[in-house]
């Protein structure tokens, strides 16, 4: 488990310093820059306690499928960012300027992203299991 952990750590980074880099593109900076936040490493190390409910939704249609992951996803991504904020005293990410922004710690807008990464999350979960069988 420890290593599928740190598996889904670096490609939850990975995912996310791309996806910023892109926006930068997008807000017209061709620096590309993407960022992302120590704390995300464990957030999205995480996943590998979703494995479960992928094997068990496994068989649902695969619009079903995504609607849950969205549904978990910014479930996660509101707790941590409500615990940190307890905890710590800031959230790095800060959606309250958004008029889509949910507490500042969820942007519904996101909603096609996260259906998006959690039918991805599949298809890794299924890769994982197949082609690299850590024994742990």
């Known amino acids: 488990m420890k290593y599928r952990f740190l598996l889904y750590g670096l490609l939850g980074w990975t995912m996310e310093i791309v996806w910023t880099g892109f926006g930068s593109l997008i807000r017209g900076d061709f620096r590309l820059q993407g960022v992302s936040y120590l704390w995300m490493f464990p957030i999205y190390g ?32 509101f707790l941590a960012g ?18 889509y922004s949910v507490a500042g710690l969820i942007r519904l807008d996101y909603a096609p ?16 299991k197949k082609q690299l069988p850590f024994k742990e």
């Open 46 to 77: 995480l996943a590998v306690y979703l494995e479960p409910v992928h094997d068990r939704i496994r068989n649902f249609a695969w619009s079903i499928r995504g609607l849950i992951w969205t549904g978990i996803i910014f479930s996660i991504e």
């Open 82 to 99: 409500l615990l940190l904020k307890v905890t710590v005293g800031i959230v790095p990410w800060d959606y309250s300027g958004s008029f």
């Open 113 to 128: 992203v996260w259906f998006t990464v959690g039918l991805i999350f599949e298809r890794v979960h299924d890769f994982i």
